[in-house]
């Protein structure tokens, strides 16, 4: 099992994967002109506006669904690991990536609107409705679909589980098996009510979890305040290899930057973009740049924290990878009590990185509070996640099945992933991160070979939200206009407004005519 998951790892992942996703994101910053920059302020002010409606639900509930899946065990655990494996030079690649991802980001979400169908209660779309609608491609959408549903159903929700347990057991001495019993059961009472009940949830969870995690990144770094430059310095020399302990890892730090990167804030994925579907706008690109706002709070705001309170810290060891797995290029000065001299480093040493390096730096700042504190941050943070997996694979469910045979499909998603969930928490750690990877891999593949091919009706839409604005405007959206094929929902609803005006004007004419009859 581990040699067939080690080996689509390495097939997923390898170089030009890493390189080629880099690639992509450059592509779409340079082809809506770093949008990323440009709307910045917009897309802040348009995460509070929006409605909701019995179908949909509003920008920032759809935002809050988005990040409680970005928002998990990459930002803590994974982050984490992309020090330990790729150097302090790994955070500024996972900036990179968060930065040119955010472009990638709006495409994808951006389609997801345009494209999204309206299924008896709920609005529903993402990568499989927009593959089928803009490419006309029925097969590519489901195999992307049953792709989504392996990978939020079975390989993913393992390694939220498992670093919520780990946590747990390490900060409170819970046995894992009890921690999946307890996650198993709150799932399934969220899940239950569909959509909207996962909304409600992330919206209160998610902002509050995320402010308290950074206020305590703050007070770390407030401590260590003299460190700053030194942190940054070693984080930018290390990055492209300057720094000498380092810079034989460069490739390393590249390839976890990215991995990790994308793992934390999912662009290009494709799961960003289900929930950007449900929302209820007047424009795509409205909820485009809020979920490419939705990056930014993911990576620069709470991996960041993470990178922060563990490299201000020096609570991290560095593997060195080519040389083998006892091969350290840095260890950090992890306490274990009275012991010290070589007895501390092979304790040091023997700590895996994860999560603990996270727990042992909040720890030595403020002792006893570490464990427990990240514990109960990754705990909300993970099991959101699992959440919005839920959610996802739902909606691919809703593509692929309707009537009857949805129902069945729906209450057999949630079933599979509450065992999933809870089978992640008795697995091995590496096992579910590798399983994880792959899942990952499987999305970011389908997902961007999309993108790539149907990504002009994004930028169209792009554009014309940016002259509709400068005409002073409230964009509404218009594929017909704008020459896009395939927005049925658009095309509906522009119908059924037009022809609402035309009675209530009819109405208006006949009551005019009527009181000078009178």
């Given amino acids: 099992m581990e040699k067939l998951v080690s080996l689509l790892n390495d097939f997923f992942w390898g170089p030009w994967f890493i390189y080629g996703i880099l690639i992509v994101g450059?592509?779409?910053?340079?082809?809506?002109?770093?949008?990323?920059?440009?709307?910045?302020?917009?897309?802040?002010?348009?995460?509070?506006?929006?409605?909701?409606?019995?179908?949909?639900?509003?920008?920032?509930?759809?935002?809050?669904?988005?990040?409680?899946?970005?928002?998990?065990?990459?930002?803590?655990?994974?982050?984490?690991?992309?020090?330990?494996?790729?150097?302090?030079?790994?955070?500024?690649?996972?900036?990179?990536?968060?930065?040119?991802?955010a472009a990638t980001a709006y495409v994808e979400s951006t389609l997801a609107q345009i494209?999204?169908?309206?299924?008896?209660?709920?609005?529903?779309?993402?990568?499989?409705?927009?593959?089928e609608k803009g490419m006309g491609q029925k097969w590519f959408a489901v195999v992307f679909a049953i792709a989504a549903l392996l990978a939020m159903l079975i390989l993913m929700p393992g390694v939220q589980s498992n670093a919520i347990a780990g946590a747990v057991d390490n900060a409170f001495g819970i046995e894992p098996w009890i921690t999946g019993a307890i996650i198993a059961v709150l799932l399934g009472v969220i899940i239950i009510g569909g959509v909207k009940s996962i909304a409600n949830a992330a919206q209160v969870i998610v902002p509050f979890m995320a402010g308290a995690y950074i206020l305590m990144a703050i007070v770390i770094i407030a401590m260590n305040i003299s460190e700053v430059p030194n942190v940054f310095g070693l984080i930018f020399s290390s990055a492209f290899g300057a720094q000498e302990i380092f810079g034989g890892i460069i490739?390393?730090?590249?390839?976890?930057?990215?991995?990790?990167?994308?793992?934390?804030?999912?662009?290009?994925?494709?799961?960003?973009?289900?929930?950007?579907a449900a929302a209820e706008v007047s424009h795509p690109a409205k909820q485009g740049l809020v979920q490419a706002a939705s990056v930014y709070i993911d990576t620069l705001l709470v991996c960041s924290a993470t990178a922060f309170m563990i490299l201000f810290t020096g609570m991290y060891n560095v593997h060195d990878e080519k040389a083998g797995d006892d091969t350290f290029l840095h260890v950090g000065e992890f306490s274990s009590g009275e012991i010290s001299g070589e007895e501390q480093i092979t304790f040091a040493k023997g700590?895996?990185?994860?999560?603990?390096?996270?727990?042992?730096?909040?720890?030595?700042?403020?002792?006893?509070?570490?464990?427990?504190?990240?514990?109960?941050?990754?705990?909300?943070?993970?099991?959101?996640?699992?959440?919005?997996?839920?959610?996802?694979?739902?909606?691919?469910v809703a593509y692929l099945f309707s009537g009857k045979a949805e129902k069945i499909g729906i209450w057999i998603a949630k079933i599979a992933i509450i065992v999933m969930a809870f089978y992640g928490t008795v697995r091995t750690s590496n096992l579910a991160w590798a399983m994880g990877d792959v899942g990952l891999g499987l999305m970011v593949w389908i997902n961007v070979i999309a993108i790539l091919i149907i990504m002009k009706p994004a930028i169209v839409a792009l554009k014309d939200y940016e002259a509709q604005k400068k005409e002073g405007k409230d964009p509404i959206f218009?594929?017909?206009?704008?020459?896009?094929?395939?927005?049925?929902?658009?095309?509906?609803?522009?119908?059924?407004?037009?022809?609402?005006?035309a009675m209530n004007s009819e109405s208006q004419e006949r009551t005019y005519a009527d009181t000078n009859k009178s």
């Avoid at 494209?115 to 593959?131: L, V």
């Avoid at 095309?491 to 609402?500: L, Q, T, Y």
Wanted: aromatic share 16%; proline share 3%; glycine share 12%.
């Fill in 26 to 101: 450059i592509f779409f910053s340079i082809l809506t002109r770093l949008l990323q920059v440009r709307h910045i302020k917009e897309m802040f002010r348009l995460m509070f506006k929006g409605e909701k409606s019995d179908k949909g639900i509003s920008s920032f509930q759809a935002m809050s669904i988005a990040l409680s899946g970005r928002v998990g065990t990459g930002n803590i655990a994974g982050t984490a690991t992309a020090i330990g494996f790729g150097g302090p030079g790994a955070v500024f690649w996972m900036w990179a990536i968060a930065f040119i991802g």
């Fill in 115 to 131: 494209y999204k169908e309206e299924k008896e209660t709920e609005y529903r779309g993402g990568p499989a409705f927009y593959i």
């Fill in 251 to 276: 490739g390393s730090a590249i390839a976890w930057g990215v991995k990790r990167g994308i793992y934390s804030n999912e662009a290009g994925q494709g799961t960003g973009a289900h929930p950007a």
């Fill in 351 to 396: 700590i895996e990185a994860g999560a603990a390096y996270t727990q042992y730096a909040v720890d030595s700042a403020l002792p006893g509070f570490g464990a427990p504190f990240v514990a109960i941050a990754l705990f909300f943070f993970a099991f959101t996640t699992i959440m919005a997996y839920y959610y996802i694979a739902e909606t691919n």
């Fill in 478 to 501: 218009d594929p017909i206009k704008l020459g896009i094929k395939g927005a049925d929902f658009w095309e509906k609803r522009n119908k059924d407004k037009n022809s609402i005006s």
